[in-house]
């Protein structure tokens, strides 16, 4: 094809002016040749970086045995990630695979309903059926994802949405105290959330959701789609917030789960949900959900692989101690544009200081200076309008992450006014 740009893909992506062919570890390659630092990563998907020889070689064995069956069969690899799920969730409970995060939610959204219809309002008798998630929130783009998220511009002419979602303010528990009503019959938060900016939920705030959760006989459901799995420096991302003791629902994962081959799923607890000791686990009963692809032999092998090589390499730890480097090395330069670095573990957002940079005037800052950290050969996400975010590889080196911290000192300071 002549130009690929103009190929006829649905424009529903703003894409950066760049064509990829090739990746290795935390680089990729245009068609140049010219070799980018990588701290997109698939946002937040490539877990082990480009084309890791233990994931190639998990594709490749598994491509020549068994690529997919149906779920109507049992298979190996499904069976042993779903064990191991447990074993990193350390709770009772079983897990659902999906092919990404926006379907593993909306299997969480349907788990709820299930607990709300198992377990009615006691007033009322009525089902319980609504979920509250807060402001800022993304939980994906099917219509129950968009439902569920708390942002106005990904529901934009979609109406009329999923019935039964309410947003309230983030990490604000006098807020949800008043927002519990008698038809609650869930929450659903990202521990930390990703494309609402790269905010975290607090300790105290975690602590009291759990407490209502348990007073209100509501269900506690967590999205780590974008956080989970080692990015913030624990398998769990709850277990890296301060509150080891949150006994979770239900989880959603996805993104950095496959390390880029298409997968999610969601675990939900073995608790029994009443007094003839249901478990929740349960209350999806043969025939009540499913998906053609969902843990197929091949998708399940590789994320099986990457759970496993960010288990055996202490990849979290390197996460945290690469943390730690990029914190230290940004606070070191006292640049005025710097206005903060949040988030944990290698889910970073970069706030910048508009105002002390040069932005073309209806332009967006984070979209600007993505752009210009790509002419340096930097590749990096936005988080909403003022911030960056470093999402890269789990094993991404001491000196690779040097070289992205210098990128972005050059930037700034090209985009400072002299
Ligand atoms: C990316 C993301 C989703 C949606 O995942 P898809 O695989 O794109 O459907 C849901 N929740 C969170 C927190 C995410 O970051």
Redesign the pocket.
Known sequence: MSDITQAPILATYGRFPLTLLRGEGTRVFDEQGTSYLDFCAG??VCSLGHCHPAMVKAIEEQARTLIHVSNLYHTEPAAQLAQLITELVEIPGKTFFAN????A?DGLIKLARRFGQHRPDPESGTPRSEIITFQQS????TLG?ISATGQQKVKEGFNPLLPGFCHLPFNDLTALIQGITPSTCAILL?PIQ??GGIHAATPEFLRGVAKLCKEKDILLLL?E???GFGRLGEMMAWRALGVPELQPDAI?W??GMGGGIPI?AFWTNDRSVDDIGTPLSCLLEPGSHGSTYGGNPLAAQTALTVLTQITANDLPANALAREKQIRETISSWKHPAIAEVRGKGLMLGIAVHAEYLRIPKGSVPAIHLCNELLKNHLLVPPAGTNAIRFLPPLNVSESDTSEALTILKTTLDQLSPS
């Open positions: 946002i937040a990404s995060g926006a379907e939610n993304f939980h994906g783009r994802g990202e990703g494309e999205d789609v974008q956080c959603s996805a993104k999610g």
